[in-house]
Antibody
């Protein structure tokens, strides 16, 4: 059973860096899958943030690219997101997810999400 | 950058009715790279359809996807009470790899 679990501070101050980690169980974090972050601001739709392929290739939403870093630790089976210079616009429910290359690559497994509030 | 526009924004229907959701792309999309998700409050999004028309594991056959080029459709043949949710289309562009979601269609009980 594939499971993903997000963790990280629920509260971040404006201008600081948001750091989240996604722990993966039940699946190898190696080839065959991308691993990504998606967010949903309150009352809005889903927005793709970033994706990593375990070879080290990283891909970012152009609108966030200057502030985002995604990384992965295959030995520990987790991957992480850092989003710098946060503002109120970055308040959202943040999901981590797996994208299976042979399926599109669509996101076939998701974490339950972690709510991040930006406030001083 | 591809933009996905979903319509209608809200669909008000009764259980047992047929739901037809549209996803229009700003440029042609490879059929292999179009997916649909169901999202309920407090839950993780659930993959329904990938590759335009392939159902994900465990998805009932009342859900079907079709389309090509710039126009894609998700059809729910007979709405069950658990189908009332928000639905998103999503496309993958491989050069460079990016994922884009539509803005969503809410299917609500009439």
């Amino acid at each position: 059973q594939v499971q993903l679990q997000e963790s990280g501070p629920g509260l971040v101050k404006p201008s600081e860096t948001l750091s989240l980690t996604c722990a993966v169980s039940g699946s190898s974090i190696s080839s065959g899958y991308y691993w990504g972050w998606i967010r949903q601001p309150p009352g809005k739709g889903l927005e793709w943030i970033a994706t990593i392929y375990p070879s080290g290739s990283t891909y970012y939403n152009p609108s966030l690219k200057s502030r985002v870093t995604i990384s992965a630790d295959t030995s520990k089976r987790h991957f992480s997101l850092k989003l710098g210079s946060v503002t109120a616009a970055d308040m959202a429910l943040y999901y981590c997810a797996r994208a299976k290359i042979s399926m599109g690559p669509a996101f076939d497994y998701w974490g339950q999400g972690t709510l991040v509030t930006v406030s001083s | 950058e591809i933009v996905l526009t979903q319509s209608p924004g809200t669909l008000s229907l009764s259980p047992g009715e047929r739901a037809t959701l549209s996803c229009r792309a700003s440029q042609n999309i490879d059929r292999d790279y179009l997916a649909w998700y169901q999202h309920k409050p407090g839950q993780a999004p659930r993959l329904l359809i990938y590759g335009t028309s392939s159902r994900a594991t465990g998805i009932p056959d009342r859900f079907s996807g079709s389309g090509s080029g710039t126009d894609f459709t998700l059809t729910i043949s007979r709405l069950e009470p658990e189908d009332f949710a928000v639905y998103y289309c999503q496309e993958y562009d491989f050069s460079p790899p990016t994922w884009t979601f539509g803005q969503g269609t809410k299917v609500e009980i009439q």
